[in-house]
């Protein structure tokens, strides 16, 4: 029976979608409200109620959470999920175009494995959706990311994502600049004489034409453009360019944002931050702070909470980071949004998810305590209405060892002299 | 005791003279007895000024594994003086009045990254770097080093990285302001080195045409300690005669091979970077075919696999709380690793590897605590509190001056705001040798490095 049920975690069939009520729970709405001893329930894959006041069907499964806090699934603005398993040889990471002569042009979402048992585990610590984000190609357009449910389902791709770009992968940042501005300009030329082009006869571009076919969207203001920096100066020239260009740009890392911090609110520009962020050897971030969140908070930007480039195997320490965050002046309910609702909002899928409201998605998480406490750990996590259970690779590990006397790993014990 | 023993045990005196050698006053017209100075580059750290200090009503956590939920901490002179419920203050102390807080012993990181990789901290020369001394490479002007200190960080083990065998010398940090590293070095603390089985080596050196597998790791290493093994027979040989009265001449210097002496000598301490199990039983075989011990094994995400054996051997385990696949060979790491560790009676210990994360090591004790009690492995606060302070301190060899609030220990002491094992405690005030070091309400105190001058004001890292 054990035996059976860990089968079923790690193929993760998909399960009819049941009727679940969470009843008695503490819940962080998500998007900045509380409800006390509130109920969620959960029909067909959605929330269809919530509040102090809901009536419980009577065939409804009741998961009974007094005592406990209840949040939205956790959503990480950046990651590697689907990419990565365990950065093994040739094939073990596909997160980067590697110098392949692609830019702009490269997409992860070919590369997705739905049977990553790092997803998995993010799931089983409370992360239910990602952006799954190409590492640099070794240019300026780093390419595009997925949206993608931490389910391990076939569909778990559900959007796509937005246009990545790694400002430091130039020579410095003056010729990032140029660069950039020199390849939109081309873009939009390539763009209004697509046919003189492509029989050759326009001038010679910096990138390839499927290139700038990827950066069309980004320029007709229908994909966000994600910009990692974090230096004021840089901060300020992301400004210009959305002036300049009219896109929609996001800026991640932006460890000094909180000295631009009431332009960016004025330039609707938000921010995807790294709390961890407060030392900086690098005396152009030497304004690296704890207090960057709570400052940003406050001056009305919209920011999310990233936990490094690429974070797979860590993506649910968004919830350490926002607690830290919160140790420093932030808003405990803002902490909150930052991983949840406001991730969505940056990448275009508060409609689906980010929240606990009806309509959305069924992607919830019991905890057995405050959520943003390091002591505190997943007891249920239900991702578009299914409740997974909590077991992955590294469980079983751990269960093989727990009792070395049990004898069920390879070899009582060491025998050496 | 014998002339020769005198000269090898000078420890810690700094020699005013060029020369590095002591002259053995013989009357004879041999050559002077060559000793070299096993401490070169002293310390010139001296304590910061500090009053007797009593900090009252407070929750205190020994680092011993002891909890006192009401109790006073009295230092003086630099030194613990009184630990308990129920303490006499004596007249003139300065109060603190702790309630509401927690106090505990500085915290401890023995793999530190703050500050020694300026400018790397690999130099991929060749396999066995031991002549390299870590101290070298630190750079006491690093942002880093504040921030330490706000989260609560008294002593720190900086080493060399992994790219090589033998990377070279571990350096033992105060977390005080310097001019120079000799003013930031931790009196009399015992030399590592910094050894590294696994990937890292491999990696490296196969870039470089060098090594591409674990049996070439293990033959360098096992090549190196035969040759060490000789080195260290040529001076026995030499000291030996020369007291025998013979006319011989000194065996030729070498940095690496004094190294690897130290550690025959049982001087100086193993800390060996090592992922998985199967590694760590062959380094342990290895250890005892050259007869010396491994103090402790870094970053063992492995560690759960073979912690009876660990705590059998008296082998320190540091260890992330939660950090796992990064590579291949942290692909087995699990959160119960610590606990896991603990449970089996070892040595364990939350360590950083990082020039950031050793600003959070209450946090992440605090973590791989509440996921082992999530599989029936519970402690004690006062139990937890060791991974990160009289753990630690056992692996870098100062187990009987830190890591412990007993009398006698160095006054490092920390006050935290609420309960450590929380994400939202914050270190209010650290006293380093009894002197206050860090005082969060005090931003006009706040140590500020030449490097950050200019750029920020005091608080803004914290």
Not at chain 1, 98 to 103: A, L, P, Y
Not at chain 1, 150 to 174: I, L, S, V, W
Not at chain 1, 262 to 278: D, G, K
Not at chain 2, 401 to 427: C, H, K, M, R
Request: charge should be negative; include cysteine.
């Amino acid at each position: 029976m054990r035996i059976l049920a860990i089968i079923l975690a790690f193929i993760a069939t998909p399960v009819f979608a049941e009727t679940i009520a969470i009843t008695g729970g503490k819940i962080h709405v998500g998007n900045g409200s509380v409800i006390e001893n509130g109920t969620v329930l959960i029909d067909d894959g959605e929330i269809i109620a919530v509040g102090a006041d809901v009536d419980v069907p009577s065939d409804a499964r009741v998961i009974n959470a007094s005592g406990k806090e209840i949040t939205p699934g956790i959503i990480n603005p950046s990651t590697s999920y689907g990419l990565s398993e365990g950065a093994g040889g040739k094939f073990g990471t596909d997160t980067s175009a590697n110098n392949s002569g692609m830019t702009a042009s490269f997409d992860v979402k070919y590369a997705l494995n739905r049977g990553s048992v790092v997803i998995q585990e993010g799931r089983r610590q409370g992360v239910t959706r990602a952006v799954s984000a190409p590492g640099s190609s070794g240019d300026i357009f780093s390419g595009s990311s997925a949206l993608i449910t931490m389910d391990n389902q076939a569909d778990m791709n559900f959007a796509e994502g937005a246009m990545h770009a790694k400002f430091g992968n130039a020579a410095n940042r003056a010729v990032a600049w140029n660069r950039i501005r020199a390849i939109f300009d081309q873009t939009l030329d390539y763009d209004r004489n697509r046919s003189r082009a492509l029989r050759g006869q326009a001038q010679d571009y910096l990138l390839s034409v499927a290139d700038m076919d990827a950066l069309v969207p980004v320029l007709d203001g229908d994909k966000p453009l994600v910009i990692e920096m974090g230096s004021e100066a840089e901060i300020r020239g992301a400004i210009q360019l959305k002036n300049d260009y009219d896109i929609n740009i996001v800026i991640q890392g932006g460890q000094e944002a909180w000295k631009v911090a009431a332009e960016l609110a004025e330039a609707e520009i938000p921010v995807i931050i790294h709390p961890e962020h407060n030392t900086n050897g690098n005396v152009t971030m030497a304004g690296s702070t704890f207090s960057n969140a709570k400052r940003l908070h406050e001056a009305g930007v919209t920011f999310a909470i990233y936990s490094g480039n690429g974070s797979l195997y860590y993506g649910h320490h968004v919830l350490q980071f926002a607690g830290m965050a919160v140790a420093h002046g932030l808003d405990y309910d803002a902490a909150i949004q930052a991983i949840t609702l406001n991730p969505a909002v940056i990448f275009g899928f508060d409609d689906i998810a980010g929240s606990i409201e009806e309509g959305k998605s069924a992607d919830i998480v019991v905890w057995d305590g405050d959520p943003l406490e390091v002591t505190s750990n997943t007891d249920h996590v239900i991702v578009r209405g299914v409740e997974y259970e909590l077991v992955s690779r590294r469980t079983m590990l751990r269960d093989r060892y727990l009792n070395l006397d049990r004898g069920d790993h390879f070899g009582k014990r060491y025998q050496g002299q | 005791m014998k002339l020769a023993n005198v000269c090898k045990t000078l420890l810690g005196v700094s020699v005013l003279s060029v020369a590095s050698f002591a002259f053995a006053q013989e009357a004879d017209n041999r050559a002077p007895m060559v000793v070299h100075d096993k401490n070169p580059f002293p310390s010139s750290y001296k304590p910061w000024p500090s009053v007797m200090t009593a900090i009252t009503n407070a929750h205190i956590l020994t680092g011993d594994g002891g909890e006192i939920e009401k109790g006073t901490v009295l230092m003086d002179g630099g030194k613990i003086v009184a630990v308990g419920a129920d303490v006499d203050i004596p007249a003139g102390a300065h109060v603190i009045d702790g309630t509401g807080k927690f106090v505990t012993p500085g915290v401890i990181d023995m793999h530190s990254h703050m500050g020694i990789w300026t400018d790397g901290g690999n130099d991929v020369r060749a396999k066995n770097t031991a002549g390299l001394w870590g101290e070298h490479s630190i750079w006491p002007q690093t942002p880093n080093f504040p921030a330490a200190v706000a989260a609560g960080v008294t002593t720190q083990l900086q080493l060399p990285g992994s790219a090589n065998q033998f990377g070279g010398r571990s350096v033992t940090l105060k977390m005080v302001p310097g001019r120079s590293t000799e003013d930031m070095k931790f009196p009399g603390a015992p030399y590592g080195i910094k050894m590294a089985c696994g990937e890292n080596p491999r990696r490296v050196h196969k870039s470089q045409g060098g090594m591409s597998t674990a049996m070439g790791v293990f033959e360098g290493y096992r090549s190196s300690w035969i040759e060490a093994t000789e080195y260290k027979k040529s001076w026995d040989k030499y000291y030996a005669d020369y007291e025998a009265g013979k006319d011989v001449k000194a065996p030729k210097r070498d940095l690496k091979n004094e190294t690897l002496m130290g550690v025959l000598n049982g001087e100086i301490l193993i800390q060996q970077h090592c992922y998985r199990a199967d590694e760590m039983v062959n380094v342990i075989n290895m250890s005892k075919e050259f007869n010396y011990k491994v103090t402790s094994f870094h970053h063992v995400v492995e560690a759960y696999k073979i912690a009876d054996l660990l705590a059998e051997e008296d082998i320190c385990a540091g260890m992330w709380a939660d950090w796992w696949g990064f590579k291949l060979e942290s692909f087995d790491g699990i959160d119960e690793n610590v606990p896991m560790m603990a449970a089996a009676g070892g040595c364990a210990i939350v360590h950083s590897d990082s020039d950031n994360g050793g600003q959070r090591l209450n946090q992440e004790a605090a973590k791989a605590w509440a996921d082992g009690k999530r599989v029936g492995l519970d402690f004690t606060r006062g139990e937890v509190m060791k991974w990160i302070t009289s753990n630690p301190a056992r692996a870098i060899g100062l187990e009987d001056q830190i890591g412990t609030l007993a009398p006698g220990y160095n006054a490092d002491v920390v006050i935290w705001n609420g309960d450590p094992f929380s994400v939202y405690a914050l270190a209010e005030n650290v006293f380093i040798d009894g002197a206050l070091h860090y005082d969060r309400s005090n931003q006009e105190n706040q140590w500020i490095t030449d490097h950050a001058l200019g750029y920020v004001t005091a608080g803004d890292h914290q």
